[in-house]
């Protein structure tokens, strides 16, 4: 069965700090994509990134950085020198490419990050 | 060019009625997805939409629940008999399709937030 977890239910840090949004996630498929999605408080999903199963490099946009590790079937999103602006809900997401899927997203719990001033 | 928009943004009815939900996609997006989000939960995946081929209806809960799509366009989700545990935010969501295997990304709606009395 496939599935995302995302153990972190809430988590609250200080403007500045450094923080790691862990994503855990388990297929028997062998090409899939992950993604990683903020909801703020309007609601609207927004896309972050996404990443091939066969590319197992790490990206770097800005304040954002993924850490894709394979091997722990894991999809980890860390947000250096934190903003009031990063408090949102953050989603990571599961999508099957092999025949007979349609490309649904499989989603996370998701994690509640809040960044105080 | 436009988003993806929804209509209601928020819709109130009482148990047992019917409620229809809109979405338009953006344009020129064939591939077409609703999904549920319970309050503090991801998003569970309903109904898939890709151009005139038949649709993924895999992930309706129930009977009650469906879905139309008129070619590229317009789709509207009916629950017909609301349950109180109906009650959700029900997002669509739409992308350029041209082979699952790229994994496009999915644009998402602002939601309809449905609450059932």
């Known amino acids: 069965a496939q599935k995302v977890t995302q153990a972190q239910t809430e988590i609250s840090v200080v403007e500045k700090e450094d923080v790691t949004l862990d994503c855990v996630y388990e297929t028997r498929d062998t090409t899939y994509y992950l993604f990683w999605y903020k909801q703020p408080p309007s609601g609207e999903l927004v896309f972050l990134i996404r990443r091939n199963s066969f590319d197992e490099q790490n990206e770097i946009s800005g304040r954002y950085s993924w850490n894709f590790q394979k091997s722990t079937s894991s999809f980890n999103f860390t947000i250096t020198a934190s903003q009031v602006v990063d408090s949102a809900v953050y989603f990571c997401?599961?999508?099957?490419?092999?025949?007979?899927?349609?490309?649904?997203?499989?989603f996370g719990q998701g994690t509640t990050l809040q960044v105080k001033p | 060019g436009a988003g993806v928009s929804q209509s209601p943004s928020n819709k109130v009815t009482e148990k047992g009625k019917d409620v229809e939900l809109r979405c338009d996609p953006i344009s020129g997006h064939t591939a077409l997805y609703w999904y549920r989000q319970r309050l503090g939960q991801g998003l569970e995946f309903l109904i898939y939409?890709?151009?005139?081929?038949?649709?993924?209806k895999s992930g309706l809960p129930s009977d009650r629940f469906s879905a139309e799509r008129t070619g590229e366009s317009v789709s509207t989700l009916t629950i017909q008999r609301t349950q109180q545990e109906d009650s959700a935010v029900y997002l669509c969501?739409?992308?350029?399709?041209?082979?699952?295997?790229?994994?496009?990304?999915?644009?998402f709606g602002p939601g309809t937030r449905l609450t059932v009395l």
């Open positions: 997401a599961l999508r099957l490419t092999g025949s007979g899927n349609t490309g649904k997203l499989i």
């Open positions: 939409f890709q151009g005139n081929s038949a649709p993924d």
């Open positions: 969501a739409s992308s350029v399709q041209t082979s699952v295997v790229l994994g496009n990304e999915q644009f």
